[in-house]
């Protein structure tokens, strides 16, 4: 049977840069993070820090991600009507041609 080593998807310059906090959490809060913990890689254990840091760095990925919606939404709800009409009628015409290839 062969070995696979699991590489980390931090970085080594990543992780030099953590700082030591400490927090007080609410018995649910607990809980739960003892569940991330052992739900994290399957039958390998996350320490607490590794899951908490897992947690936010998806929040903060989630909240990048609706930044850049809003900045869309934001972009296209400021076009005059005359270009808005001509990015339907390109949308259009692209769908168009789509669906020719795929015939």
């Not at 039958?43 to 590794?50: D, V």
Request: net charge positive; glycine share 4%.
């Amino acid at each position: 049977m062969t070995r696979t080593r699991h590489t980390s998807r931090i970085k080594k310059s990543e992780r030099a840069r953590k700082e030591r906090r400490s927090f007080t959490l609410s018995k649910e809060s607990i809980a739960l993070l003892a569940e991330l913990c052992v739900a994290g890689n399957g039958s390998k254990t996350r320490s607490a820090s590794a899951a908490l840091d897992g947690i936010l760095r998806s929040v903060a990925k989630e909240r990048k991600r609706k930044a850049v919606e809003q900045a869309i939404t934001t972009y296209y709800s400021g076009l005059p009507e005359q270009a808005r009409q001509e990015d339907k009628e390109w949308g259009e015409f692209s769908l168009a041609q789509f669906s020719e290839s795929t015939d």
